[in-house]
């Protein structure tokens, strides 16, 4: 299992696209994903769960991947933010 | 604290449940329980159809290459996201095991509460668009239509007792399902006490409330909510004490309605002797059924601008086989069907460029049919030949002088000939009457009644033309008064009339079924009462428990004295008080 602390610092936070391609991303993998923003928790494979967490920008979240290919979801996956879900700026 | 919500009651009952919000279209999808060893075939069926959902999604993507426009693949990629989704479709799949219910109903469950979920979130963040989620389960409902069920053993429908249904509207068919569904309650955001599904409402004893504005807004899925018709006030987040008081309210009301009904097996016949008849006001086959199942003498009002509502006007057969179904059910007691009685409040789209600048003085009731004669000719039909299957008769609305009776009389024979040299024979002798609605036809009544063959007042209309006041119009309601002095010499004269020439008359107006105004009526000289099933019980007991003689030399002494000082309200109180 792995955890990582991420930030959201594209400009519109997990809306509808951004919410769907880090779905399509998680679903990629055989793990299981995770997002937690404060006590809530979702499956990251759950669209309507990411849309449910309405994160902004600015939100702190912790991402979790476990499975045998937990290490390529979290890199993806944070790629994917890094690059604020191909948004630009 | 309690939220309280105020429209208009339609129905004095009161109801408790959990809030459903109708979704179009939904009352289309059965919903059953399921028999344990049927579950396991149940969720396969909703796997399989998700699975040909998300491959339909996928074909119209692959055909759409990369003409499609990023938007539309978005679009469809979040559709095929959704049908992906643990949340429904894991949620689903434990629905249809756990509440052991059809795949239909736990779709539509489980929908419903995401989109409430949705719906709690920050107005700003529009996170998930409402018809994405609603368009995606549509595929899926789709599909589970197109692969029914073959079931294994027994299903159960879903039974409405303890939910309130919130609708933006509702039409009569879906009225008449939530009425075999035993609905408890329902709320419309539009629609006012005259609106089809209120009058509908009040007959078949739901209670509801209508034109309660954003209802589908500020209340939330499965929040247990007290709806009083009485006051037209839905409250919501009430605490226990309020909660009993309404339960202790609704069981006395059904205590009272069962006490009541005791009356309906009893002779109609007043403490002095007077034989009366109560005759029903009816339109769904529900309603028919009641009237039969509750005594009635007969039908004595079937509307049938109900018929006329959607979008296109019934033909023949539609409206022949409404016509005989209610003639069917009513198994050999006489059924009134009036014909078109479009216009003023109530015009059906498809008419809807007859509309004049006075509605309520236009082209409307009878002065219609005979001026779109191919519309007229075409209910006629249907009526003469549903008049095989019972003692049908036919009623005119809206006349104003002899000649439209003429007119009409003439249509109606064309009709008869035409049918008989179909060869359908008609019973000639088949009872014309006439709505005595307007002054001038009640002023003319001694000419008119020579034309036809029964009478009938409508009061709503009478009262509104008489008095020159438009009771929808709140600025002038509060001197609708159906006491007023002018009115009821219209409806002693009418009644006399009527006994003279040994026509019948009824009265049929919403004051018939007034268990107060019954024996103000009773004094005028009525006999004959049609009312809405729901009305029968308590004016049956007026009528029974009032003396027919004292009624009349009480109203008497009312029109007779011209400086009188008693208001038509200290009339009713008298009428009313135990003599």
């Known amino acids: 299992m792995m955890r990582r602390d991420i930030v959201l610092t594209n400009r519109l936070g997990l809306h509808a696209r951004a919410a769907s391609k880090l779905v399509q991303t998680a679903s990629a993998h055989n793990s299981s994903v995770w997002l937690e923003r404060g006590e809530r928790r979702v499956n990251a494979k759950s669209i309507m769960g990411v849309l449910l967490l309405a994160a902004p920008l600015g939100t702190e979240l912790v991402l979790e991947t476990d499975g045998d290919d937990e290490e390529a979801a979290m890199n993806a996956l944070v790629a994917l933010v890094e690059d604020r879900f191909g948004e630009g700026e | ?579």
């Open chain 2, 1 to 579: 604290m309690s939220l309280v919500l105020t429209g208009i009651g339609v129905t004095s009952g009161i109801a408790i449940g959990e809030v459903h919000r109708l979704t179009p279209g939904e009352l289309a999808l059965p919903e059953y329980h399921l028999d344990a060893d049927a579950i396991e075939a149940e969720l396969e069926r909703i796997h399989r159809a998700i699975d040909r959902s998300r491959k339909f999604l996928g074909s119209l993507l692959d055909k759409m290459g990369e003409s499609g426009g990023e938007t539309a693949r978005e679009l469809l990629e979040s559709h095929r996201l959704i049908l992906r989704d643990p949340l429904l479709v894991d949620a689903t799949c434990e629905r249809i095991s756990s509440e052991r219910i059809n795949a239909e109903w736990a779709l539509v469950k489980q929908t419903n509460q995401l989109l409430a979920e949705f719906k709690r979130l920050d107005d700003d963040y529009i996170a998930l668009r409402r018809e994405d989620l609603e368009q995606a389960v549509n595929l899926v409902q789709r599909e589970l239509a197109d692969q029914p069920a073959t079931l294994i053993g027994a299903q159960v429908p879903h039974q409405l007792d303890h939910t309130v249904v919130v609708a933006a509207e509702l039409g009569p068919a879906e009225m008449a399902i939530l009425h075999q569904r035993r609905v408890a309650g329902l709320v419309t955001e539009h629609g006012g006490p005259m609106s089809h599904s209120a009058i509908l409402a009040r007959s078949l004893e739901i209670p509801m409330v209508v034109g309660l504005h954003h209802a589908l807004d500020v209340l939330v899925e499965g929040e247990s909510v007290i709806l009083d018709g009485h006051y037209g006030a839905v409250m919501a987040a009430h605490d226990e004490s309020l909660q009993r008081h309404y339960e202790d309210k609704r069981e006395l009301s059904l205590r009272r309605r069962v006490d009541l009904r005791r009356y309906l097996g009893r002779p109609s016949r007043t403490v002095d002797g007077l034989t009366f008849r109560l005759f029903g006001n009816a339109e769904l086959p529900e309603e028919f059924q009641r009237c039969r199942d509750d005594g009635v003498a007969g039908i004595g009002l079937m509307r049938t601008e109900y018929l006329f509502m959607g979008d296109q006007v019934p033909d023949e057969e539609t409206q022949y086989r409404a016509y005989r179904a209610a003639a069917e059910v009513m198994d050999g007691r006489p059924l009134t069907i009036r014909t078109l009685d479009a216009g003023g409040d109530k015009l059906p789209p498809a008419l809807a460029v007859t509309q004049g600048p006075n509605p309520a003085l236009g082209l409307r009731g009878l002065r219609l049919s005979l001026s779109v004669t191919d519309l007229f000719r075409q209910q006629i039909r249907a009526i003469l030949r549903a008049s095989q299957f019972g003692p049908v008769q036919i009623l005119l609305p809206m006349i104003t002088s002899i000649d439209e009776i003429r007119q009409a009389r003439r249509l109606i024979e064309e009709c008869r000939q035409s049918l008989q040299a179909e060869g359908t024979t008609i019973d000639p002798d088949l009872a014309i009457g006439g709505m005595i609605e307007t002054p001038a036809a009640a002023l003319t009544v001694e000419q008119l009644a020579d034309e036809l063959d029964f009478m009938s007042i409508g009061t709503n209309d009478l009262i509104q033309y008489v008095l020159a006041i438009d009771r929808q119009d709140e600025l002038v309601s509060y001197l609708y008064d159906p006491t007023h002095p002018g009115v009821l010499r219209l409806i002693q004269r009418i009644v006399e009339t009527g006994r003279q020439r040994k026509l019948p008359v009824t009265v049929c107006g919403e004051l018939a079924g007034d268990a107060h105004a019954a024996r103000l009526l009773l004094g005028l000289g009525v006999t004959d009462f049609s009312m809405p099933p729901a009305s029968l019980p308590a004016v049956k007991k007026s009528l029974i428990e009032a003396s027919a003689a004292r009624c009349r030399k009480q109203v008497t002494r009312f029109l007779d004295n011209p400086a009188h000082h008693n208001t038509g309200q200290d009339l009713l109180e008298t009428l009313n008080s135990k003599p």
